[in-house]
């Protein structure tokens, strides 16, 4: 029993280790990517790219914005309100000051009996407002008093747009703003992907001519030890031991610098990758596969549709937008109507209150003369739209003089590939047959480095050729919305 758990333990351990060598075999800070897995990243990680969604997240807060206006507007509040126990007094007459006293009064009401004998002393109580002694009596009466209490009331009040020309189109204006917006976030996508895939290129690139050069050095430096040996039983001279340790130090600076280069060109990747620069970046593609795989002569006989051009379908967003702003400057030839409803629920009030808890009603505005300023505003509106029908058409001008440009160019690139790919396999050959020459004592060095030269040359002739059939394919390609 006590082997069995022993072996248990050892075969957990084992297992524990097992998983660790297995999961640290590609550590966190490491990224294996081919080309279509580069392009996918950049897509999810680009910060640049985060900045114009956000601005699609923005636009549609933009567009909610310009529905909701429309919209049920409702709004409350409250207030409350002390008057400190004023008394409000009301004065039918001369109020309780009044100069007349009693016998002032009597004196009144003698004169007015007088002048009406059939009046009785209850009449002239009742009608005395009616006789010429109005004021005189009326001096008489007291004084009423009314006392304003606290005050609080929560009101709700309710809008509701009935009609406007200019919301409509605001609304049609805002959806435009968004597609716009949206537009734009594939434009830039569509340009991080070409970034991308040119860094990427670059990156092969640059690591297939450091190879070359690499396999250049490492064969002359082999001769240059040959040489050397050659040199000490007399057989070659000092100057041919000096003039191909001349190229080969040459050499060791030109793979230094591709080095460099190719760091250079890792940052760029990373960057674009949104990676950090302690990233490593392993690529799995192989040049030779992604050049044959593009079937870049295909693309010379592919047609182009202006419509599929996302900088053309961005030009007719925003023609379609100066179309709208017409629209929205006309409509202010026309009414707008709108409804409203206020409710206010009296929390405390006074005796002396004559606001109403309902009120419900219409309003109405109507334009009617501006001085001329409507006319020059769809004037303007006018213009701009037309100008933005001619940039249209200019727009499509250019697209289709690009599409021609950009078949030229790849043809051209083409043309030049094959030259340089036969280039390349001359010189391969007239340098071994130099050097064969050399070895043999049948040349001379200088015949050897000049080779050697020409090998070089020919070899970075092709790289470039083969960099710029890629370039132009992918011009082309970014051009007919492809990529």
Known sequence: MKNKKIIILFTLLLSMGLFTRVTSQEPADKMVLNLQGAVDHALAFNKSLKNARLEVERSRARNWEAISQGLPQVDGGMDYSSFFNYQMEFNFGMGGDSPFGPEDYLEAFNQTQAAYPFYTAGDLAVHGANTHYDGVLQSMLPP?????????????????????????????????????????????????????????????????????????????????????????????????????????????????????????????????????????????????????????????DAPFNVEDNLTYKIMKTQEEINRKMLGLEQWNYAPTITGFYNYNAKILTTDFDMNPNHMVGLSMGVPIFSSGMRKARVDQAKIDYNMAQVNRDIMEDQLLLQEKQYKFNLQNSLDNFFTQQENVEVAQRVYDSYRRKFEQGMATSLDLTQANGNYLDAENNYMTSIMEVMNAKLQLDKLMNNL
Do not use: P, W
């Open 144 to 300: 009423n008093f009314i006392t304003l209490k606290d005050q609080s009331t929560a009101k709700l009040m309710v809008n509701q747009l009935i009609f406007s020309g200019q919301y409509i189109v605001g609304i049609q204006t805002a959806k435009l703003a968004m597609l716009i917006s949206e537009q734009n976030l594939d434009f830039n996508e569509l340009n991080i992907k070409e970034s991308v895939i040119g860094s990427y290129y670059l990156v092969l690139i640059t690591e297939e001519s450091l190879d070359i050069v690499k396999q250049n050095h490492d064969n002359l430096e082999e001769t240059l030890a040959q040489t050397e040996i050659m040199f000490r039983t007399g057989m070659a001279e000092q100057t041919d031991v000096d003039q191909i340790r001349i190229t080969v130090n040459q050499l060791a600076n030109a793979t230094t610098s591709l080095q460099r280069n190719l760091e250079l060109n890792y940052n760029l990747l990373r960057f674009q990758l949104g990676l950090e620069t302690n990233v490593d970046i392993q690529l799995t593609d192989d040049l030779e596969m992604l050049f044959t795989a593009m079937q870049a002569e295909t693309a010379l």
